[in-house]
């Protein structure tokens, strides 16, 4: 007999060989039906192979992402039998999972291939489906592996078994198709019950541009029809909420090719945004004792050397800025840490005074290949809300437990409610990836996973996700159209005051190395606004708009006393502009309706004699007529309370 342990700690006994179908069904029926794969340990299994010791099991479904994950391989696999029926020959590349389904690179020969093709591969795909043809998996040495695409003629799977170790190869069949594949995969085709291809486009084998250019085809599947519609729907509503889109049509932000790629332009209401955000997270950082500081926007190449960030990312940053002077040399700045570790130095530090938070809207600047790009959300240049901590060991866990605190209260202030932290910790198959001691390291993780569980938070955990200084807690927060994006990271760091040599004179009067925590909780503001925009189609919170209310005099007699209101708000820190346009009203309503302004106050005879408005909100409606100081006082009421302050 052998124990398993389930995820929720209880322990169940089985005979050795039991699969993970077996546990399931043993669980219950409508488990089993559900059930896609299983994780043993740490590593995603058959259903149908036999574990022989005692192991952690967690059965996957539909649910969970790694279950996803298995379910859109056996898609790839079940998309390359579709092709292979349907054009004899064609030779395949890789077809991995992807967030959103998967792709398959395939070498069609001198066919072409473009989503005409798209409704008969759909088809032929869900007829195979139907077949309900199991997943069979195979152990294969790398003689027969190789003889065998040998005679199929498919040289890049040639290439690929070139790099497998005989005895760890494996081959997966379904149907009349096979092919090489580590697994795993769900237990038959018969759960696929949708599929949609999505797009083609060219992509070079193995990422080399010298290589032959293959088809890639990309497609998602799921378990019923009815998700695969409202998949659909997400991707339309998507569509229109483009922060690109959006963003040139709320007049927020503009590239120029004059300027360059990925450097972006703020307009005038993008700009007062941004000054919001900014000026919220100040406010927020000064209660929670955090000193402003400002660097330049280059740095001596020295500084990145000491750093450790030249070696790591010299070949991503611009080219050096050379001077008349032979061998100096200038960076523009990557990054902000090692600007505010010289200032840490510019005077000697007692434990007393420690911890010692240096903030900075700090933009810096990285090559990013032009391929890359992507609005706001991939660019070349970009201001972090950064901020690094000084503290005492001892001090580390309840400095990383108050910058929690300040992400979950950026959130909700933002809307932001459904989120997991994302534990990311060194790849302990690969330590020549990071520098610092094991013992730093050792201390560092354990620091953010006991922080992550006293605060409670939904978590997972990411080998290799660490940056190459530090571990870190990276939050992954979804948007209202349910897809995932980093917003804010916490980085707890023994390396860079080891590598700057930075010191405190400790109690016992002897010099100690201090622990620094790097932090950004909304990353860059660039790619937060753009997540912003998408996740509120441009609805900004109230506390947020650039534009809060919009006066719409009904006639030119009435605009004296809308610019009496005007001047009334102002004085008040509410954003807006009159509509002077002589346009009818109803025209006036809509347009401002069209730039999402949250208040349209109307003014005619009524409102002027009366010193009040008639209020309408975006979306909502009419609101009714309200004395000027009356909708002063809701409207900050609301700001409070979005702030909770």
Not at 130 to 151: G, L
Not at 375 to 399: N, S, Y
Request: glycine residues 8%.
């Amino acid at each position: 007999m052998i124990n398993i342990t389930l995820p929720d700690g209880s322990v169940r006994q089985y005979e050795k060989g039991v699969t993970g179908l077996e546990i399931a069904t043993s669980i219950s029926e409508g488990l089993a039906r559900n059930v896609l794969a299983v994780k043993v340990n740490d590593t995603v299994w058959d259903l149908s192979r036999p574990i022989q010791e005692d192991a952690t099991v967690q059965l996957l479904t539909w649910n969970d992402d790694l279950g996803k994950n298995t379910f859109w391989h056996s898609s790839a696999h079940l998309l390359a039998e579709a092709l292979e029926e349907l054009y004899p020959g064609i030779k395949f590349g890789i077809g991995p999972p992807i967030e959103n389904g998967f792709y398959y690179d395939v070498d069609l020969g001198e066919r072409t291939f473009s989503q005409d093709d798209f409704a008969k591969v759909e088809q032929k795909m869900l007829e195979l489906a139907r077949n309900k043809s199991e997943y069979k998996r195979q152990e294969i040495s790398k003689a027969d592996a190789i003889a065998y695409f040998t005679e199929k003629g498919d040289e890049y799977k040639l290439d690929l078994l070139k790099d497998l170790e005989d005895g760890s190869i494996t081959f997966y069949s379904q149907g009349n198709f096979v092919d090489l594949c580590r697994g795993p995969h769900i237990p038959n085709t018969g759960v696929i019950k949708a599929a949609k291809l999505m797009n083609v486009a060219g992509a070079y084998w193995r990422g080399d541009e010298k290589s032959k250019q293959l088809t890639r085809i990309y497609a998602i599947t799921f378990p019923k029809q009815k998700e695969l519609s409202e998949y659909l729907e997400r991707l339309e509503e998507a569509k229109k909420r483009d922060h690109r889109k959006l963003g040139k049509e709320l007049e927020l932000f503009a590239f120029s090719e004059k300027v360059g790629m990925g450097l972006p332009l703020w307009l005038p209401k993008g700009t007062l945004l941004r000054e919001r955000l900014e000026q919220f997270m100040r406010k927020a950082q000064m209660r929670a004792g955090y000193q402003p500081v400002v660097t330049p926007h280059i740095a001596s190449k020295e500084l990145y050397v000491t750093s450790g960030h030249y070696e790591k990312y010299g070949a991503d940053s611009f080219q050096p800025i050379k001077t008349p002077n032979e061998g100096e040399e200038f960076f523009l700045k990557p990054m902000n840490c090692p600007h505010h570790c010289e200032i840490y130095k510019t005077r000697p530090r007692s434990y007393k005074e420690l911890p010692v938070r240096l903030a900075e809207f700090g933009t810096v600047y990285r090559y990013e290949q032009s391929g890359e790009l992507h609005g706001l959300t991939r660019v070349r240049g970009f201001t972090q809300d950064d901020a690094h901590i000084f503290c005492r060991p001892d001090q580390v866990k309840e400095e990383f437990i108050k910058v929690i605190d300040l992400v979950l209260y950026v959130f909700k202030a933002l809307g932001f409610e459904d989120y997991t932290a994302q534990i990311s910790l060194r790849d302990p198959e690969n330590k020549a990836k990071y520098i610092g001691a094991d013992e730093a390291w050792e201390k560092a993780e354990s620091a953010i996973i006991e922080a992550a569980t006293e605060k409670g938070l939904r978590t997972v955990t990411e080998l290799g996700e660490a940056a190459f200084y530090g571990p870190k807690l990276d939050f992954m927060v979804k948007d209202a159209l349910g897809r995932k994006w980093q917003l804010g990271t916490i980085q707890v760091d023994y390396n860079l005051p080891e590598r700057f040599q930075l010191e405190y004179i400790g109690a016992d009067n002897a010099k100690h190395r201090p622990v620094m925590i790097h932090r950004a909780p909304f990353g860059s503001l660039e790619r937060f606004v753009a997540v912003l925009i998408e996740h509120c189609g441009g609805n900004f919170p109230l506390w947020l708009s650039p534009e809060q209310f919009a006066i719409l005099p009904i006639s030119e007699k009435y605009q004296d006393f809308a610019q009496q209101v005007y001047e009334r708000l102002q004085q008040e820190d509410i954003r807006g502009f009159i509509d002077n346009r002589d346009e009818k009203i109803g025209r006036k309503i809509r347009d401002a309706e069209v730039r999402k302004v949250p208040y349209m106050l109307i003014v005619g005879e009524k409102e002027q004699e009366e010193n009040a408005l008639s209020v309408r909100k975006h979306g909502e409606g009419d609101l009714g007529t309200m004395p000027v100081d009356e909708f002063i006082q809701t409207f900050k009421a609301k700001i409070a309370e979005m702030l909770n302050n």
